[in-house]
């Protein structure tokens, strides 16, 4: 069985700064993948970023980067020049890859507040 | 492109009655996912349609609930009779036919917010 744990349940960060959202998992699966999706206030799930587990580079989409270090089970989201735009929920998602299973598994969230 | 959409937006049903939810998947998107969100806690996956066919639906809670994708197209959820701890969002997603085994990114709609009262 997958799990996905966000510790944070809610963070700060000023206008301009980079902020890390932690996630780490859980999984006796060899080959997975890890998802970060951000819910705004209009309660649409957007998806960011996607890192597969045997990818050797960290995953960047503009302003979003995966810190993924498999060693440690962690994927953390690292936002860079933090916007106002860019309060909302984030999750952390991931699914099997060795199956044809695609259900992901999500985590339970974290709020992120960005402060002018 | 048109997103992920669903109807209604929001649903207030009584115990005992029921309910039932769309889901317009992105145009030719083969894969189509219904998650819920419960009471404030995780987001759990339901059941997994390859156009028309349940390819998953080891997360149905109960027989109460029932999915549809008729012609491969939207899909419907209806839940009969609706419980109390039925209520929450309902979130439905699609992706491509994969292009290669590992293409599999979701994409979501905005979710039915369900309350069972």
């Known amino acids: 069985a997958q799990k996905i744990t966000q510790t944070q349940p809610g963070m700060f960060v000023q206008e301009k700064e980079a902020v890390t959202l932690d996630c780490t998992y859980d999984t006796s699966d060899q080959s997975y993948g890890l998802f970060w999706y951000k819910q705004p206030s209009s309660g649409e799930m957007i998806f960011l970023i996607y890192?597969?587990?045997?990818?050797?580079q960290n995953a960047t989409e503009g302003r979003y980067s995966l810190n993924f270090q498999k060693a440690r089970k962690s994927a953390n989201l690292v936002i860079s020049a933090s916007q106002l735009g860019d309060s909302a929920m984030y999750f952390c998602?991931?699914?099997?890859?060795?199956?044809?299973?695609?259900?992901?598994?999500f985590g339970s969230g974290t709020r992120l507040q960005v402060q002018p | 492109e048109a997103g992920v959409t669903q109807f209604p937006s929001h649903s207030v049903i009584e115990k005992g009655q029921t309910v039932t939810l769309r889901c317009d998947p992105i145009s030719g998107h083969d894969n189509l996912y219904w998650y819920r969100r419960v009471m404030g806690k995780e987001i759990k996956f339901l059941l997994h349609f390859v156009k028309e066919s349940k390819q998953d639906e080891s997360g149905m809670p109960n027989n109460r609930f029932l999915a549809e994708r008729t012609g491969g197209t939207y899909s419907t959820l209806k839940v009969q009779p609706a419980e109390l701890e039925d209520s929450g969002v309902y979130f439905c997603?699609?992706?491509?036919?994969?292009?290669?085994?590992?293409?599999?990114?979701?994409?979501f709609g905005p979710g039915t917010r369900l309350t069972v009262t």
């Open positions: 890192q597969g587990s045997y990818d050797e």
């Open positions: 997603a699609s992706s491509q036919g994969a292009r290669d085994y590992y293409a599999y990114e979701q994409y």
């Open positions: 998602a991931m699914g099997e890859r060795d199956t044809g299973r695609r259900a992901l598994t």
